[in-house]
């Protein structure tokens, strides 16, 4: 769905291992992973050496720190946060990033439903598509993948 370029600078918040953003780094300039565990961060360079993708960094700290710290700019950002959801911290930094394309992965559909009805009433980004994902068949668990889409 995020169909990036090649000349594009991606940001994974909340990327654990680096697992997403790992993936992508083929199709992008840059990767940049953000995640607040110390070990997933030493994984996620782990994973990226193993993989032989060397356009990716990846730093160890909140994404709220991240987010009030970081004046860089991305072009296709990925947010894959906890249960809990995104911060008002993060979901304003999402608004005002002026990124062409977010994907928002979410293990909770009450707190994405409540991220985004914050994220599109700023009327800058359209939801273009949402995925549910029954990873875990005979429970009332579901993840779901969402398009936004910058007006």
Request: glycine share 4%; net charge negative.
């Amino acid at each position: 769905m995020l169909n990036p370029s090649k000349e594009d600078v991606l940001l994974d918040l909340y990327c654990g291992t680096g697992t997403i953003g790992i993936s992508m780094a083929q199709n992008v300039k840059k990767v940049v992973g953000i995640e607040q565990i110390e070990q997933s961060i030493e994984n996620a360079k782990e994973n990226a050496v193993a993989n032989n993708v060397f356009n990716a960094e990846f730093y160890a700290m909140t994404a709220e720190q991240w987010v009030n710290q970081n004046g860089s700019i991305f072009d296709v950002i990925v947010v894959d946060p906890p249960r809990s959801g995104l911060t008002k911290d993060v979901v304003n930094f999402l608004v005002d990033s002026n990124a062409k394309k977010i994907i928002y992965v979410s293990c909770n559909p009450s707190t994405l439903a409540r991220d985004l009805q914050i994220i599109i009433r700023e009327n800058i980004y359209n939801v273009k598509k949402i995925i549910p994902v029954d990873m875990f068949p005979q429970t009332h668990h579901v993840e779901v993948v969402v398009l936004l889409e910058l007006k």
